[in-house]
């Protein structure tokens, strides 16, 4: 990492649906420095299209253990995610997302088409935590502009956990919904893993379903489902053609929304992955030493205004970091809005699935 | 790790079934020096019971971000798992799964006594690889020690995927049998994760089904089995009182039998965790800064004499690694003899599930 991240343990105080950086050092840059993406350059990429499952889930390579040095592997082609900003990078999730929403919207049509359907994606909130609604309002959103229906379950802070229960029991009898998700964080007195172990495995658009975490670990299996924040820092590395294998990369944070699908993933890709949280000694020497970044210090219970519980916090803030990182994802228009670009391409796998669906880029998702 | 793994792939061509170091540098010993265990003080310590299931599993303690230096948590007492080596501690595993297994054989006593029966462990073997008959006649002899049924179905290197299913499907529904293990590698034109996948979940003795390896990651859940190698190697680390709670542990492989499983479970016990693996192009640097490193280089493939995968590879070995670290594990006599006895340990687990049964120190396992 050089200096990038001598101490990354961020500040920040911004909106938490986006405040998942991602840095990388002025090693791992591979090309980015080129990717500048001009205006008639990013109209040309407009139907560039989001990673297939498989390539998201990295490629099948037995371990050969060699004793003889390893040479570094080569730099993959420029990428173009990335716009320059001086000597860092800033990569431009919100470009990404709208690719891939922009793909997302055309499939869904085609299956509307040919089956008259349209994937479905169902929420359940809970309580009146005003930070829910808004997260829950963008998914929904999401499902709109796609052309995917959405329905919504609203609960009071009061109801029992049997009632939340029987609210995605329902929806996992109902056809018209491949995805269901519970927002969280839930109200205390509610049991989470019990609520979450009631959704559908082959509805669990959010990927916390242990089976999906022990396939997404296991890198001979294939999960249904790899969690949504994970995912899209994995779209943004390989749309921005950093290379993975070999690679030092340091998660920060092991929440099962981020920080442990991601170092999961990021495995599957051959990344050397050192898994850092609140109780690590001496995280500046890691990240220090580290290729890439992914923050996501994800706790939920220490900022109750967090989402998913991801939000940066500590002592370096994104003015600071873009100066010595040499690409870095920007807050807001990161990883955040991939990740609900991704929860729509998990609802529509799902939906495929569900109704035999091959759109003619199939073989892409 | 100052100088104590700086080049840790050792070239030992030793027995793979205790292949597996377990380094600790100077600093994580933490009392180790004074593990010295003389005869009489052995004596004493012959009833030292094995770690519940619960402590192995690791403190449920909440993530607690705080931006302000953490200093390093205090030692804990001596332990007396390991006997002095010059200014190197031999972890002696031999001892320690010589205790585990004097338990189990008292509380196979008392379940045969209060329900008549005791726990059974129906393992299969196919083909007629010399080093896997080896490794299942341990494991067979393992339980005829503690009074355990043993059940041994053995196939022939031609027969048919299905007929290894079915000999899996005949002890899933043995009531008799209570754990189930299929002796890896199978030869190549099977489909190991199909087979796996046949073992009833809660005779998933080896720990490897997706589901269980799914509850090991997420740190909310607890899994009904974790594999043998990843407890031995915690129980050896919790029976040698090494702190591992903000400890930088470097597990070198990620196999589903030591590496992968192991890293999740260290993670458990809020270790910062670097998996290293035959693409990182930097083991040095990692090993260097690490204050245990666990090496199971697991690739079975590579190594066909392998058993379970794991067998140290590279160019260090141990007689020049005991100069360096402060404490290791000797092979054999290491992590090898703690693995079969946690195999015991999941059996009996098991059969006290199945037959609701509760040994005066049930509260351990």
Known sequence: MGAAA??????TRRRPTT?????????????????????????KTRRRRRSSTSRLLGPDIPDAWDPTPRAAPRPPPPGRAGVDYGCTTIIDGKSVADDIRFQIAEE??????????????????????????????????GCEDVGMKSLLAELPG?????????????????????GILVQLP????????????????????????PLNVGNLALRSRKPLFVPCAAKACLE???QSRIELMGKHVTVIGRSKVVGLPTSLLLQRHHATVSIIHAFTTNPEEIT???????????????????????????DVCFEEAVRVASAI???????????????LANTLDSAKRAYGFATESQELV
């Open 236 to 238: 943004l590395l390989l």
């Open 288 to 314: 220090r030493q580290s290729d890439i970044v992914i923050s996501a210090a994800g706790v939920a219970n220490l900022d109750p205004t967090s989402d998913y519980g991801y939000r940066l916090t500590g």
């Open 108 to 141: 869904v049509r085609q299956m509307k088409n040919a089956v008259g359907n349209v994937p479905g994606l169902a929420v359940v909130l809970v309580g009146d935590r005003r930070d829910s609604q808004s997260y829950v309002r963008y998914k929904i959103k």
């Open 158 to 178: 009061g109801c029992t956990e049997d009632e939340v229960v029987d609210s995605v029991s329902r929806f996992n009898e109902d056809p018209s919904v491949h």
């Open 329 to 343: 994802t920007p807050v807001p228009g990161g990883v955040g809005p991939v990740t609900i670009a991704m929860l």
């Open 6 to 11: 001598v101490a990354l343990l961020a500040a």
């Open 19 to 43: 405040s998942l950086y991602l840095f990388l050092s002025r090693a791992a840059r591979a090309g980015l420095h080129d990717a500048a993406a001009p205006a008639e350059e990013k109209a």
């Open 186 to 209: 839930l109200p205390h007195h509610m049991d989470e893993e019990r609520i979450l172990s009631a959704i559908s495995l082959d509805k669990d658009v959010d990927g916390f379903h």
